[in-house]
Protein backbone atom coordinates (compact mmCIF):
# COMPACT_ATOMS: atom_id res chain seq x y z
CA UNK A 1 0.00 0.00 0.00
CA UNK A 2 2.89 1.79 0.75
CA UNK A 3 4.42 2.43 -2.99
CA UNK A 4 0.35 2.85 -4.72
CA UNK A 5 0.49 6.21 -1.66
CA UNK A 6 3.53 7.49 -2.93
CA UNK A 7 2.91 6.89 -6.70
CA UNK A 8 -0.21 8.38 -6.00
CA UNK A 9 1.33 11.23 -4.28
CA UNK A 10 3.52 11.89 -6.87
CA UNK A 11 1.31 11.53 -10.10
CA UNK A 12 -1.09 14.10 -8.14
CA UNK A 13 2.22 16.89 -7.38
CA UNK A 14 3.01 15.71 -11.21
CA UNK A 15 -0.62 16.79 -12.74
CA UNK A 16 -2.97 19.85 -12.80
CA UNK A 17 -6.18 17.44 -13.05
CA UNK A 18 -7.33 15.32 -10.18
CA UNK A 19 -5.55 11.83 -11.19
CA UNK A 20 -7.62 8.39 -11.18
CA UNK A 21 -7.44 6.64 -8.04
CA UNK A 22 -9.39 3.33 -7.28
CA UNK A 23 -13.15 3.95 -5.47
CA UNK A 24 -11.84 2.11 -2.52
CA UNK A 25 -8.16 3.85 -2.26
CA UNK A 26 -9.29 5.69 0.88
CA UNK A 27 -10.47 2.70 2.76
CA UNK A 28 -7.76 0.28 1.97
CA UNK A 29 -5.25 3.64 2.93
CA UNK A 30 -7.03 3.55 6.53
CA UNK A 31 -7.01 -0.51 6.70
CA UNK A 32 -3.04 0.27 6.01
CA UNK A 33 -2.59 3.27 8.76
CA UNK A 34 -4.81 1.28 11.26
CA UNK A 35 -2.41 -1.82 10.73
CA UNK A 36 0.79 0.91 10.61
CA UNK A 37 -0.32 1.68 14.37
CA UNK A 38 -1.25 -1.91 16.03
CA UNK A 39 2.06 -3.21 14.37
CA UNK A 40 4.34 -0.27 16.09
CA UNK A 41 2.20 -0.68 19.45
CA UNK A 42 3.45 -4.02 19.99
CA UNK A 43 7.59 -3.03 18.79
CA UNK A 44 10.13 -1.09 20.92
CA UNK A 45 10.97 2.08 18.92
CA UNK A 46 14.17 1.42 20.41
CA UNK A 47 15.00 -1.73 17.99
CA UNK A 48 15.79 -1.01 14.21
CA UNK A 49 12.64 -2.76 13.16
CA UNK A 50 10.84 -0.28 15.68
CA UNK A 51 12.40 2.49 14.59
CA UNK A 52 11.61 1.81 11.03
CA UNK A 53 8.27 1.22 11.10
CA UNK A 54 7.73 4.67 12.84
CA UNK A 55 9.24 6.35 10.44
CA UNK A 56 7.02 4.79 7.59
CA UNK A 57 4.58 5.58 9.71
CA UNK A 58 5.30 9.37 9.95
CA UNK A 59 6.10 9.48 6.14
CA UNK A 60 2.47 7.39 5.05
CA UNK A 61 0.69 10.26 7.19
CA UNK A 62 2.89 13.25 5.40
CA UNK A 63 1.72 11.54 2.12
CA UNK A 64 -2.09 10.79 3.09
CA UNK A 65 -2.41 14.63 4.60
CA UNK A 66 -0.72 15.84 1.25
CA UNK A 67 -2.24 14.11 -1.39
CA UNK A 68 -5.59 14.96 0.74
CA UNK A 69 -5.32 17.90 0.56
CA UNK A 70 -4.13 18.36 -3.03
CA UNK A 71 -6.80 16.83 -4.41
CA UNK A 72 -9.50 18.40 -2.36
CA UNK A 73 -8.29 22.16 -3.50
CA UNK A 74 -8.31 20.82 -7.01
CA UNK A 75 -11.62 19.05 -7.02
CA UNK A 76 -12.80 22.53 -4.80
CA UNK A 77 -11.09 25.33 -7.56
CA UNK A 78 -12.45 22.39 -10.51
CA UNK A 79 -16.21 23.39 -8.93
CA UNK A 80 -15.60 26.82 -8.23
CA UNK A 81 -14.10 27.33 -12.26
CA UNK A 82 -17.69 25.37 -13.29
CA UNK A 83 -15.83 22.49 -14.41
CA UNK A 84 -17.35 19.07 -14.37
CA UNK A 85 -14.81 16.47 -13.13
CA UNK A 86 -14.93 13.17 -13.67
CA UNK A 87 -16.62 11.10 -11.44
CA UNK A 88 -14.93 8.15 -12.27
CA UNK A 89 -11.79 9.64 -11.24
CA UNK A 90 -12.64 10.34 -7.99
CA UNK A 91 -12.51 7.86 -4.83
CA UNK A 92 -16.33 7.20 -3.33
CA UNK A 93 -15.41 9.47 -0.42
CA UNK A 94 -14.67 12.42 -2.75
CA UNK A 95 -17.21 11.49 -5.39
CA UNK A 96 -19.72 11.97 -2.08
CA UNK A 97 -18.35 15.75 -1.47
CA UNK A 98 -18.21 17.03 -5.11
CA UNK A 99 -22.11 15.99 -5.19
CA UNK A 100 -22.79 17.66 -2.17
CA UNK A 101 -20.64 20.68 -2.61
CA UNK A 102 -20.92 21.24 -6.80
CA UNK A 103 -24.73 22.48 -6.15
CA UNK A 104 -23.89 25.09 -3.46
CA UNK A 105 -20.78 26.39 -5.37
CA UNK A 106 -23.53 26.91 -8.56
CA UNK A 107 -25.64 28.91 -6.33
CA UNK A 108 -23.13 31.21 -5.24
CA UNK A 109 -21.56 31.35 -8.83
CA UNK A 110 -25.38 32.31 -10.04
CA UNK A 111 -25.22 34.94 -7.32
CA UNK A 112 -22.30 36.71 -8.27
CA UNK A 113 -23.06 36.97 -11.71
CA UNK A 114 -26.52 37.97 -11.37
CA UNK A 115 -24.62 40.74 -9.17
CA UNK A 116 -21.76 41.58 -11.41
CA UNK A 117 -24.87 42.14 -14.15
CA UNK A 118 -26.58 44.31 -11.85
CA UNK A 119 -29.23 42.32 -11.04
CA UNK A 120 -30.14 41.23 -7.55
CA UNK A 121 -33.18 38.82 -7.09
CA UNK A 122 -35.27 39.12 -4.40
CA UNK A 123 -34.40 35.84 -1.63
CA UNK A 124 -37.48 34.11 -1.37
CA UNK A 125 -37.75 30.60 -0.05
CA UNK A 126 -38.07 28.07 -2.57
CA UNK A 127 -38.64 24.58 -1.44
CA UNK A 128 -36.58 22.45 -3.90
CA UNK A 129 -37.65 19.32 -4.94
CA UNK A 130 -36.39 15.91 -2.99
CA UNK A 131 -36.49 14.15 -6.59
CA UNK A 132 -36.17 14.75 -10.21
CA UNK A 133 -37.36 13.14 -12.90
CA UNK A 134 -35.06 12.19 -15.43
CA UNK A 135 -33.94 10.30 -18.61
CA UNK A 136 -30.80 8.75 -19.00
CA UNK A 137 -28.56 9.61 -21.81
CA UNK A 138 -25.70 7.26 -21.39
CA UNK A 139 -25.04 4.27 -19.55
CA UNK A 140 -23.69 4.75 -15.86
CA UNK A 141 -23.17 2.68 -13.39
CA UNK A 142 -24.46 2.67 -9.57
CA UNK A 143 -24.33 5.72 -7.75
CA UNK A 144 -24.68 6.38 -4.15
CA UNK A 145 -27.99 8.92 -3.51
CA UNK A 146 -27.75 11.95 -1.39
CA UNK A 147 -29.70 9.99 0.41
CA UNK A 148 -27.11 7.12 0.57
CA UNK A 149 -29.31 5.15 -1.76
CA UNK A 150 -28.19 2.90 -4.33
CA UNK A 151 -29.46 4.00 -7.46
CA UNK A 152 -28.65 1.97 -10.68
CA UNK A 153 -27.10 1.22 -13.06
CA UNK A 154 -28.64 2.91 -15.61
CA UNK A 155 -28.79 2.52 -19.24
CA UNK A 156 -29.56 5.41 -22.06
CA UNK A 157 -33.37 5.71 -22.34
CA UNK A 158 -34.13 4.87 -18.64
CA UNK A 159 -35.92 7.07 -16.87
CA UNK A 160 -35.55 7.39 -12.80
CA UNK A 161 -36.62 9.41 -10.29
CA UNK A 162 -33.27 10.69 -8.25
CA UNK A 163 -31.93 12.79 -5.61
CA UNK A 164 -32.03 16.74 -6.49
CA UNK A 165 -28.18 16.93 -6.16
CA UNK A 166 -27.61 13.61 -7.98
CA UNK A 167 -29.59 14.15 -10.83
CA UNK A 168 -28.31 18.22 -11.35
CA UNK A 169 -24.85 16.81 -12.05
CA UNK A 170 -25.90 13.93 -14.00
CA UNK A 171 -27.96 16.97 -16.47
CA UNK A 172 -24.21 18.72 -16.19
CA UNK A 173 -22.55 16.12 -17.36
CA UNK A 174 -24.87 15.74 -20.13
CA UNK A 175 -25.16 12.24 -18.67
CA UNK A 176 -29.25 13.01 -18.11
CA UNK A 177 -31.96 15.08 -19.05
CA UNK A 178 -35.03 16.18 -16.77
CA UNK A 179 -38.58 15.55 -17.83
CA UNK A 180 -40.50 17.84 -17.06
CA UNK A 181 -44.01 17.18 -16.00
CA UNK A 182 -46.97 19.32 -16.74
Request: aromatic letters at 6%; hydrophobic letters at 35%.
Amino acid sequence: MYDELYEAWRKERENKEVQILPRDFYARLAEYVKKLKEESRMLDEKTLRGKLLQGQKENTRRLAEELIRTRCGKIMRGISDGKILPVASLTEEEANMYEKVSPTTESYLSLQNNILQGYLAKAEEKTMPKTILVRILQEIPAIIGADMKTYGPFKPEDVAAIPAENARILIKQDAAEEIEIK
